[in-house]
């Protein structure tokens, strides 16, 4: 009887070895916004250069970008810092 019960105090024990808390995990999920469908084009219209100018003194333009909605995504230079900025046909900025 002793036997039994020494057995089944180790048959529990062992057991419940596997029942341990497993800690949460802080899981941080990065997304990013893919702007898919831009074809890169040489001109622009002169309503989005005059936004430029204006909104942008001094900037130099990249490359320019289209997109089926006719809005342009431009990369351009102002002094030694890059961006890219969106307008759409009639020089209006666009938040992306």
């Keep these: 009887m002793k036997k039994l019960m020494v057995s089944a105090a180790i048959v529990l024990g062992s057991l419940s070895a596997f029942a341990t808390t497993v800690p949460n995990q802080n899981f941080q999920v990065q997304s990013s916004l893919f702007q898919e469908g831009y074809t ?52 209006k900025w666009i938040n992306k």
Excluded: R
């Excluded at 289209?66 to 030694?80: M, R």
């Design 40 to 91: 890169e084009v040489e001109t622009v219209p002169d309503a989005v250069k005059k936004a430029l100018e204006t909104a942008h003194p001094g900037a130099v333009l990249g490359k320019a970008f289209i997109n089926a909605k006719k809005e342009y995504k431009l990369e351009i230079t102002v002094g030694d810092k890059k961006a890219t900025v969106y307008a759409d046909a009639n020089g």
